[in-house]
Antibody, heavy 121, light 106 residues
Framework: QLQLQESGPGLVKPSETLSLTCTVSGGSITSSSFYWGWVRQPPMKGLEWIGNIHYSGTTYYNPSLRSRVTISVDTSKNQFSLNLSSVTAADTALYYC?????????????WGQGVLVTVSS | DIQMTQSPSSLSASVGDRITITCRASQSISTYLNWYQQKQGKAPKLLIYGASSLQSGVPSRFTGSGSGTDFTLTLRSLQPDDFATYYCQQSYSVPYTFGQGTKLEI
């Protein structure tokens, strides 16, 4: 059974960089049929797609965050990561890593449990 | 960006009821429309993809329909486990966008 697990600091200071890693187990990150990405949810609010990466390195980002976001992949560790720079309180959210199936479903079919990141001094 | 608008924002129902949630896209997205269920404190769960295809393991009382700009999620014979928040999401173009959610309450 595929599992995704987020890890990283739960508290980040304003203006610093938020860094999270998602470890994939029970399956390989190098399948061509999937993109791997991040979705966030501010407290008591809706869902926002941040961006995706293919194991080949192809990335897609939300234009609203593009200037501050980098998503990378480490196939040797079966992991992918999110860096979000110059964070503010508006970046406080529950961050989920997700798998997007791209052949048939074109949907986020697996989700991590989420990690709460608070931006505060 | 494609805007996704769900209605209603909240809905009260009872066990055994049939309910419908609507999702409208700001432009045509063919059938690139997915539905998710999120329970309190949990990650969203994929219910329906491609507007009408049931994700493996999801009960058949969930049905999706629509194409173009107008979509519906129907839940028949509501069970206690169904009370949650439901989101639609378009996968037609980047940036992928979600509806604001519909909270289904008893």
């Amino acid at each position: 059974q595929l599992q995704l697990q987020e890890s990283g600091p739960g508290l980040v200071k304003p203006s610093e960089t938020l860094s999270l890693t998602c470890t994939v187990s029970g399956g390989s990150i190098t399948s061509s049929s999937f993109y791997w990405g991040w979705v966030r949810q501010p407290p008591m609010k809706g869902l926002e797609w941040i961006g995706n990466i293919h194991y080949s390195g192809t990335t897609y980002y939300n234009p609203s965050l593009r200037s501050r976001v980098t998503i990378s992949v480490d196939t040797s560790k079966n992991q992918f990561s999110l860096n979000l720079s110059s964070v503010t309180a508006a970046d406080t959210a529950l961050y989920y890593c997700v798998r997007q199936e791209t052949n048939i479903k074109v949907a986020f079919d697996y989700w991590g449990q989420g990690v709460l990141v608070t931006v505060s001094s | 960006d494609i805007q996704m608008t769900q209605s209603p924002s909240s809905l009260s129902a009872s066990v055994g009821d049939r309910i419908t949630i609507t999702c409208r896209a700001s432009q045509s997205i063919s059938t690139y429309l997915n539905w998710y269920q999120q329970k309190q404190g949990k990650a969203p769960k994929l219910l329906i993809y491609g507007a009408s295809s049931l994700q493996s393991g999801v009960p058949s009382r969930f049905t999706g329909s629509g194409s173009g700009t107008d979509f519906t999620l129907t839940l028949r014979s509501l069970q206690p486990d169904d009370f949650a928040t439901y989101y639609c999401q378009q996968s037609y173009s980047v940036p992928y966008t979600f509806g604001q959610g519909t909270k289904l309450e008893i």
